[in-house]
């Protein structure tokens, strides 16, 4: 459940190093991303610029979640950029380990899709999702967002252990 004191805002510059430190923390758990430690070595400044691009397009947004002034998850929806897919965007988002399972998630999702619904540019929101994914997975069918397809054997975890990537879509 939510706690009542959850609050929900865009992101501004000043919240890149808390996104990037939760951004870390997920990388290094290693379950839910493409990107690895080892590969990740982004920085508060490259962060800052990063959140910037996103404000100054209005087709992109980035959402936090904030309890007690501390932020414990965010959404991100990023335009490709070209005008044939300008219909269109990818999802991604994260919530701190110990803040799971009480609907921030939700919350966030629910709030990124309002966005894309006023949005006359979007129409389709799209994101992938690891098969081994439950919780997300189990979120997202929950929101409406229906499996497009499977890429299959996409990440390559070790020598015999593989993880399809799966494509989900909503249209808003
Ligand atoms: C995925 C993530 C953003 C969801 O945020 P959250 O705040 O935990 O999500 P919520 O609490 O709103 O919802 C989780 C849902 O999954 C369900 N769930 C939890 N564990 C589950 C499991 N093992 N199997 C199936 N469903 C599960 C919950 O019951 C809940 O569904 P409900 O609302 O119908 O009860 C968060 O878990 C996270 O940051 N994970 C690590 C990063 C990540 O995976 N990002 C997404 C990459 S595609």
Redesign the pocket.
Known sequence: M?KDDIMIRTAKREDASRILR?QEE?VA?G???TTVSEEFNKTVEQQGDWIEKILQNDKETLLVAEIQNEIV?W?VFLSPGRSRLSHTGS???????D???????????QRILEWAELNPCIEKVS????ST????????K?MGFIEEGRKIKEFKINDNEYIDDILMYKFV
């Open positions: 939510v939760i997920v758990e379950d839910f991303l998850g959404i999802l991604g988002m994260m919530v701190r380990k803040f799971r399972n009480r609907g921030i998630g939700k919350l966030l999702l994101l992938g999702v690891f994914n439950k919780r997300a997975i189990a979120l997202y929950g």
